[in-house]
């Protein structure tokens, strides 16, 4: 079984930033994706982020392209989301997940708890 635990989270300003940290309990994760999902009040699940764990590659939902960064601490164990630019409309809580998945949460096999995310106007 895999752990997955969020940092990072709080409140900022619009324009402010936030560097979300997803530490996994164990390694191995070199054939899975792992991505950063958002959840607001009301609102269904959706994807932020995702990137491939060994080839580092990575892909972004269109409203976050040049305001967050996914990457990786192969070393560490860790997954990072670099959020600058904050707006009022990333509020959410936000999710790492690991496993086969990419966009869809469906096609995650692990979750972390969540942590918050509120920018303020």
């Known amino acids: 079984q895999v752990q997955l635990v969020e940092s990072g989270g709080g409140l900022v300003q619009a324009g402010g930033s936030l560097r979300l940290s997803c530490a996994a309990s164990?390694?191995?994760?070199?054939?899975?994706?792992m991505g950063w999902f958002r959840q607001a009040p009301g609102k269904e699940r959706e994807f932020v982020a995702v990137?491939?764990?060994?080839?580092?590659?990575?892909y972004y939902q269109d409203s976050v392209k040049g305001r967050f960064t996914i990457s990786r601490d192969i070393a560490k164990n860790v997954v990072y989301l670099q959020m600058d630019n904050l707006k009022p409309e990333d509020t959410a809580v936000y999710y790492c997940a690991g496993g086969r998945g990419s966009i869809y949460p469906q096609g995650y096999q692990y979750w972390g708890q969540g942590t918050q995310v509120t920018v303020s106007s």
């Open positions: 164990r390694r191995g994760f070199s054939q899975y994706n």
């Open positions: 990137i491939n764990w060994s080839a580092g590659s990575t």
